[in-house]
């Protein structure tokens, strides 16, 4: 068999390590070609250890000295060491590259995804930034490059898998509503007091999944969830209203499709992104993953309730940015990165995420339009700069 040759974007975080975890139980489907990462040298130079890949690159063209020093240090001098924006296009556009998995967190990772989209290659989006900024841009490029767009964010994968194969991207015939699932995180039972005074510690400790620290706040605020029905909305090609939100604390239910006839089909499964992840390299075929089967008489129930947009306003702002269209999407996305940040430091309280998004939609998200990606760019740094003015007075 002809070994799958793949690019991982972020490879030393969290869907990084998993996807490198599942290629090295599949040594005979599965190549490295090329590995990223953002600061973690040492992480990446145990990864191409392993791996042993032709580039290793890193997003900082700064620290591309230490890189060289430290895989000439492992003995890995048959690896190239690149840097920089250009070099993470290069890497995800290689004439030998089959399949990238684009798992950068955040903004940073939209233009190599466009790349990689725009080539041709098996795309496994798990950068949903990219999605919420420049939808229609991206599933356009997809199209044009003849790419295979395959979701690794478990609750799209579930989607995907429970949509009539082959998909296209063409809203399936039949669907009435797509649901997605929350866990809600762990702050779903807190209330508007308490969430006032929660400490990015708590916020980062999710009670179902182990994420990079970005998800995870996102996860705790539903602002997750929100940016998760605007990816639906263009993976899957149906308006908001056809898109609800469950919340489902035990996370067994990765996500469901309602059809017209009432039938609703749900992919299950313990939570653990190396399904998805395995889902995705070896579609349209099936491989082992590592994932501890699902113990049903263990789980025992499954609950489900409907989210609060009230305590967890995100959620709503949202839904809000998808009736605005345009760039208010990646004017929010943008305004979302900075206040995560800045809660992260311990500058803004956790309430003030939803406070400065929602000021920063407001006044940046009419100014531009979603026609070209320099509006979306500009959008993006206006937002950011006015969110930052904004952190002072959350
Ligand atoms: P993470 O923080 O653990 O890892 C992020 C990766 O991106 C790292 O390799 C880091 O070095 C790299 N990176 C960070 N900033 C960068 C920059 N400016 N330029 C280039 N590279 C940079 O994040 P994660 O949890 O693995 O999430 C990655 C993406 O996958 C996010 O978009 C997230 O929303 C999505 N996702 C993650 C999960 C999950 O379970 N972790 C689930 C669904 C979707
Ligand atoms: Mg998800």
């Given at each position: 068999?002809?070994?799958q040759?793949?690019t991982?974007?972020?490879?030393?975080?969290?869907?990084?390590?998993?996807?490198?975890?599942?290629?090295a139980?599949?040594?005979d489907?599965y190549?490295?070609?090329?590995?990223?990462?953002?600061?973690?040298?040492?992480?990446?130079v145990?990864?191409?250890?392993?791996?042993?890949?032709?580039?290793?690159?890193?997003?900082?063209?700064?620290?591309?000295?230490?890189l060289?020093?430290?895989?000439?240090?492992?003995?890995l001098?048959?690896v190239?060491?690149?840097?920089g924006?250009?070099?993470?296009?290069?890497?995800?556009?290689?004439?030998?590259?089959?399949?990238?998995?684009?798992?950068?967190?955040?903004?940073?990772?939209?233009?190599?995804?466009?790349?990689a989209?725009?080539?041709?290659?098996?795309?496994?989006?798990?950068?949903?930034?990219?999605?919420?900024?420049?939808?229609?841009?991206f599933?356009?490029?997809?199209?044009?490059?003849?790419?295979?767009?395959?979701?690794?964010?478990?609750?799209?994968?579930?989607?995907?898998?429970?949509?009539?194969?082959?998909?296209?991207?063409?809203?399936?015939?039949?669907?009435?509503?797509?649901?997605?699932?929350?866990?809600?995180?762990?702050?779903r039972?807190?209330?508007a007091?308490?969430?006032?005074?929660?400490?990015?510690?708590?916020?980062?400790?999710?009670?179902?999944?182990?994420?990079?620290?970005?998800?995870?706040?996102d996860?705790?605020?539903?602002m997750?969830?929100g940016?998760?029905v605007?990816?639906?909305?263009?993976?899957f090609?149906?308006?908001?209203?056809r898109?609800?939100?469950?919340?489902?604390?035990?996370?067994?239910?990765?996500?469901?499709?309602?059809?017209?006839?009432?039938?609703?089909?749900?992919?299950?499964?313990?939570?653990d992104m190396?399904?998805?992840?395995a889902?995705?390299?070896?579609?349209?075929?099936?491989?082992e993953?590592?994932?501890?089967?699902l113990?049903?008489?263990?789980?025992?129930?499954?609950d489900?309730?409907?989210?609060d947009?009230?305590?967890?306003?995100?959620?709503?702002?949202a839904?809000?940015?998808?009736?605005?269209?345009?760039?208010?999407?990646a004017?929010?996305?943008?305004?979302?990165?900075?206040a995560?940040?800045?809660?992260?430091?311990?500058?803004?309280?956790?309430?003030?995420?939803?406070?400065?998004?929602?000021?920063?939609?407001?006044?940046?998200?009419?100014?531009?339009?979603?026609?070209?990606l320099s509006?979306?760019?500009?959008?993006d740094?206006?937002?950011?700069?006015?969110?930052?003015?904004?952190?002072?007075?959350?």
């Open positions: 068999m002809n070994k040759k793949l991982v974007l972020g490879a030393t975080g969290s869907i990084g390590v998993n996807t490198l975890d599942v290629v139980q599949h040594r489907r190549e490295v070609v090329a590995l990223t990462g953002n600061g973690q040298i040492a992480r990446l145990e990864q191409c250890l392993q791996h042993r890949p032709r580039y290793a690159v890193l997003a900082d063209e700064a620290a591309l000295p230490a060289r020093q430290q895989l000439a240090d492992a003995g001098a048959s190239e060491a690149l840097a924006a250009d070099a993470l296009e290069f890497v995800s556009t290689l004439p030998e590259v089959d399949a990238v998995m684009a798992a950068i967190v955040g903004a940073a990772g939209m233009r190599p995804t466009l790349a989209a725009r080539a041709g290659k098996r795309v496994l989006l798990a950068n949903k930034e990219t999605l919420v900024m420049a939808g229609r841009l599933m356009d490029a997809v199209r044009q490059g003849g790419a295979t767009l395959l979701p690794i964010d478990s609750e799209h994968n579930a989607i995907y898998q429970c949509l009539p194969q082959p998909f296209s991207d063409q809203p399936a015939q039949g669907v009435r509503r797509l649901l997605l699932t929350a866990s809600g995180g762990p702050f039972q807190f209330d007091a308490q969430l006032a005074t929660v400490t990015p510690e708590q916020a980062v400790r999710h009670p179902n999944w182990s994420m990079g620290r970005k998800i995870s706040v996860s705790a605020s539903l997750n969830k940016l998760e605007i990816e639906a909305r263009w993976l090609d149906l308006p908001p209203e898109i609800d939100v469950v919340v489902h604390p035990q996370s067994v239910i990765h996500s469901m499709v309602e059809y017209v006839d009432g039938s609703v089909l749900a992919q299950l499964g313990n939570p190396r399904t998805p992840i889902y995705g390299l070896a579609w349209p075929e099936r491989i993953a590592g994932v501890k089967p113990d049903l008489f263990q789980i025992a129930r499954l489900f309730e409907a989210p947009l009230v305590r967890f306003p995100c959620l709503g702002l839904f809000e940015a998808l009736r605005l269209g345009g760039a208010a999407p004017v929010l996305n943008a305004s979302n990165e900075v995560v940040a800045a809660f992260l430091d311990h500058r803004i309280a956790f309430n003030a995420i939803a406070r400065v998004n929602e000021e920063t939609m407001r006044h940046v998200a009419s100014n531009y339009d979603a026609e070209s509006s979306l760019i500009e959008a740094g206006e937002a950011r700069r006015y969110a930052e003015t904004r952190l002072a007075h959350a």
